[in-house]
Nanobody, 123 residues
Framework: QVQLVESGGGLVQAGGSLRLSCAAS????????MGWFRQAPGKEREFVAA????????YYADSVKGRFTISRDSAKNTVYLQLNSLKPEDTAVYYC????????????????WGQGTQVTVSS
């Protein structure tokens, strides 16, 4: 069974930073691609960033490129999303995702999801 638990969200002023964490079960972490999506009120869930299953390659949505960084700590079975230079439009619930093959920019039925963590950026 795949289990993902996010943490680290909160309220921050524009220009500030946050670090989100996604703790994964050992089985999930060792053989899965990992990623982050976000969903603002009234909008569809959108891709933010992802790590390839091999753990080496990363890719980002254009809207966050240069501001957000995804990384993993295999010893802690945790994936991180560092959010810098935050903007009010980054306000959303952020979800961790896992897939046994690849994290596509459009969510697939095969994805496993965490419960989400709220990020609110004030202007």
């Amino acid at each position: 069974q795949v289990q993902l638990v996010e943490s680290g969200g909160g309220l921050v002023q524009a220009g500030g930073s946050l670090r989100l964490s996604c703790a994964a079960s050992r089985r999930t972490f060792s053989g899965y691609a990992m990623g982050w999506f976000r969903q603002a009120p009234g909008k569809e869930r959108e891709f933010v960033a992802a790590l390839m299953r091999s753990g080496g390659s990363t890719y980002y949505a254009d809207s966050v490129k240069g501001r957000f960084t995804i990384s993993r700590d295999s010893a802690k079975n945790t994936v991180y999303l560092q959010l810098n230079s935050l903007k009010p439009e980054d306000t959303a619930v952020y979800y961790c995702a896992a897939d046994s093959a690849v994290i596509t920019t459009t969510p697939r039925p095969s994805f496993y999801w965490g419960q989400g963590t709220q990020v609110t950026v004030s202007s």
